[in-house]
């Protein structure tokens, strides 16, 4: 099983472009979401989904949207790039949409530059 | 202001000896969990504590939920440098959300 796949690893964007980062999961995972790292912040969350068709915000929701249209994917998309949006940018999954009980599956980060 | 409050944020010591990574809130969690995380890579899950004053061990890493549930401890004996990197602890907050500390960057020198 691949896990959770996120692509690009890098992409560097100009300040008011639009792009989308991508997440797939294989593992028929009902629960996604997406952080953003940046030193010394540790990880916040985006936006999260429980199932598709449902998603919410996290504590850092503003100049992000998501959309979850099937179990597997969960694209996040940045309408207009500004610089504060540089950051790492991490996907994961769980198995299930209660926290406690089982773990997130991360994948291996987007690094955005945004110039 | 960060919810998960950890520290140190860095710490790098020699090999072999011991240390303890701190995770203090003012917050009440119903679970807490602790990561680990490679450079170039997402972090990857080490335990999960669920009830108050819990310890769980792993190998040379031991793990303590406070009796009040607001704070752990990851406490390493004889650190070898492949415990380096970056630990992570995070408060599951209204079931569906995980909150994250800002981790502490562990450097184990040979």
């Known amino acids: 099983n691949a896990g959770v796949t996120q692509t690009p690893k890098f992409q560097v964007l100009k300040t008011g472009q639009s792009m989308t980062l991508q997440c797939a999961q294989d593992?028929?995972?009902?629960?996604m979401s997406w952080y953003r790292q940046d030193p010394g912040m540790g990880l916040r969350l985006i936006h999260y989904?429980?199932?598709?068709?449902?998603?919410d915000q996290g504590e850092v929701p503003n100049g992000y949207n998501v959309s979850r249209s099937t179990t597997e994917d969960f694209p996040l998309r940045l309408l207009s790039a500004a610089p504060s949006q540089t950051s790492v940018y991490f996907c994961?999954?769980?198995?299930?949409?209660?926290?406690?009980?089982?773990?997130?599956?991360f994948g291996n980060g987007t690094r955005l530059t945004v110039t | 202001t960060q919810l998960l409050e950890q520290s140190p944020q860095f710490l790098s010591i020699q090999e072999g000896e011991n240390l303890t990574v701190y995770c203090n809130s003012s917050?009440?969690?119903?679970?807490l969990q602790w990561y680990r995380q490679e450079p170039g890579e997402g972090p990857v899950l080490l335990v999960t504590?669920?009830?108050?004053?819990e310890v769980k061990k792993l190998k040379r890493l031991t793990f303590q939920f406070g009796d009040a549930r607001k704070d752990s401890s990851l406490h390493i004996t004889a650190a070898q440098p492949g415990d380096t990197g970056l630990y992570l602890c995070?408060?599951?907050?209204?079931?569906?959300?995980?909150?994250f500390g800002q981790g502490t960057r562990l450097t184990i020198n040979p």
């Open positions: 995070a408060g599951v907050q209204g079931a569906q959300k995980l909150v």
């Open positions: 504590v669920v009830t108050g004053g």
């Open positions: 989904s429980v199932g598709a068709g449902i998603t």
């Open positions: 593992m028929n995972h009902e629960y």
């Open positions: 994961a999954s769980s198995r299930e949409t209660g926290m406690g009980n089982s773990p997130l599956h």
């Open positions: 917050s009440v969690f119903s679970s």
